[in-house]
């Protein structure tokens, strides 16, 4: 019986397995980005803020005193509507994985949880940034035109000491809204508690500091609504402000969002 040699070009070659490469997180927020505006709720949301921020500042050409035509004035009235939109939009990003039940596919592209959540976060601070830019821009022409209608000097009032204030106000709203969907995972329940959060807890803070004496100085320090007000009006400025703004931030933002965080990593993905 005669053996058969197997030439060495004709053998079978076991094929190298490559390893797969985890995607970028610049490409991650990319995407982010893109799902922000390509559902009709957040496309219509970030039209509503120019369109929004446009009306109020021209309301104020229209109905503002002379003496009120400032930069200052433009500027928070344009910001006015992102301070309600912007936190929509930062909720919005989080649930729509839940709520239009895309999660399965996105957490089977990409397992690690926490590096979608990251990623949505930093396309959520993207955004606000863009949003606040905006709001200046707007403020800015509409300082121009309003000073040269009703004839008076144009005041620039808004120093490069207030100005990142006025942004990280918004910011802190935005994190406000981002942290509820997290937390809740449904867009119709975090938008609710946001506006329970930002409208009737401010309220009843300040009520229960007028009728009890020893509230009234421990309102400042977790009441976040205080805080970015301060933040808004350009008045955080001793250790203390800032003390405060730190306080009210690790209560309604870093302790719950750290626990959401901690429950979205083992929910289960429907």
Do not use: C, H
């Amino acid at each position: 019986m005669t053996a058969m040699t197997i030439p060495t070009d004709t053998a079978q070659v076991t094929p190298v397995r490559r390893t797969a490469r985890p995607i970028p997180t610049s490409q991650l927020v990319r995407v982010e980005l893109r799902k922000m505006f390509d559902t009709r709720s957040g496309f219509w949301m970030l039209v509503s803020i120019g369109v929004l921020s446009a009306i109020a500042a021209g309301s104020v050409v229209v109905f503002a005193p002379d003496s009120d035509i400032t930069y200052a004035t433009f500027v928070r009235a344009s910001g006015f509507p992102m301070s309600v939109i912007l936190p929509m939009i930062a909720i919005l990003a989080v649930t729509s994985e839940w709520s239009q039940r895309s999660g399965l596919t996105t957490f089977t592209l990409v397992p690690s949880r926490g590096r979608v959540i990251g990623a949505k976060g930093i396309a959520t601070v993207l955004v606000g940034l863009g949003s606040v830019a905006l709001a200046f821009a707007v403020g800015a022409l509409g300082n121009l035109a309003g000073s040269a209608l009703a004839g008076v000097d144009t005041v620039w009032d808004v120093s490069w000491s207030i100005a990142p204030q006025i942004v990280l106000g918004n910011l802190v709203g935005m994190a406000i809204g981002f942290t509820l969907g997290v937390v809740m995972r449904n867009s119709a329940a975090a938008i609710v508690g946001y506006f329970v959060v930002s409208l009737v807890m401010p309220g009843i803070l300040v009520l229960l500091a007028q009728v009890r004496s020893w509230f009234e100085d421990l309102q400042p320090w977790i009441d976040w609504n205080y805080t970015q007000v301060e933040l808004f009006e350009g008045a955080t400025n001793t250790g203390e402000e800032w003390a405060m703004l730190g306080s009210t931030t690790m209560i309604w933002i870093v302790i719950p969002l750290i626990v959401g965080l901690l429950f979205l990593r083992r929910s289960e993905v429907k």
